[in-house]
T-cell receptor, first 114, second 115 residues
Framework: AQTVTQSQPEMSVQEAETVTLSCTYDTSENNYYLFWYKQPPSRQMILVIR??????QNATENRFSVNFQKAAKSFSLKISDSQLGDTAMYFCALPLRGAQKLVFGQGTRLTINP | NAGVTQTPKFQVLKTGQSMTLQCAQDMNHEYMSWYRQDPGMGLRLIHY???????DQGEVPNGYNVSRSTTEDFPLRLLSAAPSQTSVYFC??????????????FGPGTRLTVL
């Protein structure tokens, strides 16, 4: 079975600091995608960044980057120069094999303090 | 494009009542799905559809029915609401008929409380 685990229920940092959110997963597939979604207080689910497992290079989107360790099945999200608008729940997600269905982690509530 | 829309945004039901959560998308997406979000558990798949007339169960289907008569609409029905169905419900859609994964677009969610 494919599973996703986020072991940090809550995190809090000061504005402009760098923060890393952890995610581990389990899958028997060799090629797959991994995602980080952001859910601000508005509840809207927003795709932050995606990583394709066959790509060696870690994905980057502006201040957001990932550290993808395929052998360790680890997929952490780094937010640099954090901003107040980064305050949100963050979910790690893995699609089920050959399907459009997503398996989500439990989420990490991130608070950026002024 | 309105994207994925959901109605209502909030709903309170009494135990045993029935209701339908509406979901519509205007992106001509073949794949649509329903998730529920509970504290500490992330989002879990309830039902999904790979096209009009085709539906299937996800991880937590009990107590819910779906149908897909058109490409645009994918309603979720609660036939007899229970307090355990208190949750936030999300509808999502994507292009579906490919072997690779396509980005899913989420609706704004419906917060349902069952008393």
């Amino acid at each position: 079975a494919q599973t996703v685990t986020q072991s940090q229920p809550e995190m809090s940092v000061q504005e402009a600091e760098t923060v890393t959110l952890s995610c581990t997963y389990d899958t028997s597939e060799n090629n797959y995608y991994l995602f980080w979604y952001k859910q601000p207080p508005s509840r809207q689910m927003i795709l932050v960044i995606r990583q394709e497992a066959y790509k060696q290079q870690n994905a980057t989107e502006n201040r957001f980057s990932v550290n993808f360790q395929k052998a360790a099945k680890s997929f952490s999200l780094k937010i640099s120069d954090s901003q107040l608008g980064d305050t949100a729940m963050y979910f790690c997600a893995l699609p089920l094999r050959g399907a459009q269905k997503l398996v989500f982690g439990q989420g990490t509530r991130l608070t950026i303090n002024p | 494009n309105a994207g994925v829309t959901q109605t209502p945004k909030f709903q309170v039901l009494k135990t045993g009542q029935s209701m339908t959560l509406q979901c519509a998308q205007d992106m001509n997406h073949e794949y649509m799905s329903w998730y529920r979000q509970d504290p500490g558990m992330g989002l879990r798949l309830i039902h999904y559809s790979v096209g009009a007339g085709i539906t299937d169960q996800g991880e937590v289907p009990n107590g819910y029915n779906v149908s897909r008569s058109t490409t645009e609409d994918f309603p979720l029905r609660l036939l007899s609401a229970a307090p355990s169905q208190t949750s936030v419900y999300f509808c999502a859609s994507s292009y579906g008929r490919t072997s690779s994964y396509n980005e899913q677009f989420f609706g704004p969610g419906t917060r349902l409380t069952v008393l």
